[in-house]
């Protein structure tokens, strides 16, 4: 087992549940990225350059876009990162409220991005 798996497998339910769910959904989406624990957070990049990461908080869970700001889709369901100017992630406080096709089509349009120049 990996840090980032170690760090999943360690939330108490339903955190655990959904981090998997998460971390199963970014995968499947860009089955090129790698994953790899930075910053004691599962991390996630594509070609070498950062591309997101799963953050659980006491009360929460989130999809973090280190280059968020940059997305052009569903900017809508997007939370500006606390501090950060460029951050931008999808929060989730239950496992109903992930909603899949919103997840991916944002991986989608950070791959593109990825692709591109960030």
């Not at 659980?56 to 501090?83: N, S």
Request: proline share 6%; aromatic share 12%.
């Amino acid at each position: 087992m990996n840090p980032a798996e170690d760090y999943i497998l360690n939330k108490p339910e339903p955190w655990r549940t959904m981090l998997m769910e998460l971390q199963a959904i970014i995968k499947h989406t860009v089955p090129d990225v790698d994953e790899a624990f930075k910053w004691n957070l599962p991390f996630y990049s594509l070609n070498g350059k950062m591309f997101c990461f799963l953050n659980f908080r006491k009360k929460f869970v989130d999809v973090g876009f280190p280059w968020g700001i940059h997305i052009t889709v569903h900017q809508d369901k997007l939370i500006a990162g606390e501090g950060r100017k460029n951050l931008r992630s999808l929060r989730y406080h239950s496992p109903e409220e992930i909603d899949v096709e919103i997840l991916v089509t944002i991986l989608q349009n950070v791959a593109q991005l990825k692709k591109k120049r960030y």
